[in-house]
């Protein structure tokens, strides 16, 4: 994920103006609060949550046969 410094906030500053955050979301999409000078919170358009929650088919299969080739043993430990 690329972040934009433009969308950093301090924890402090989100407590105090959640307004501003809001507006940043509006007008950048996403903001990253900072806490302990460390990215910790993202927040996003919640319309917006639901494409980047969602894994494309090519990367669930790519997924699954790693998880196949990783326990191949076990696999066939159970098929028995």
């Known amino acids: 994920?690329?972040?934009?410094?433009?969308?950093?906030?301090?924890?402090t500053e989100a407590n105090q103006n959640f307004s501003k955050v809001a507006r940043l979301v509006?007008?950048?999409?996403?903001?990253?609060i900072l806490k302990n000078?460390?990215?910790r919170?993202?927040?996003m358009d919640f319309s917006k949550a639901d494409d980047s929650a969602i894994?494309?088919?090519e990367d669930v299969l790519e997924?699954?046969?790693?998880?196949?080739e990783q326990n191949k043993e076990a696999y066939e430990v159970l098929a028995k």
């Open 41 to 43: 919170y993202l927040v």
């Open 26 to 32: 509006d007008e950048l999409g996403s903001v990253v």
């Open 55 to 57: 894994a494309r088919n």
């Open 37 to 39: 000078n460390a990215p």
């Open 63 to 68: 997924i699954s046969k790693r998880l196949l």
């Open 1 to 11: 994920m690329t972040v934009d410094t433009n969308t950093m906030v301090s924890i």
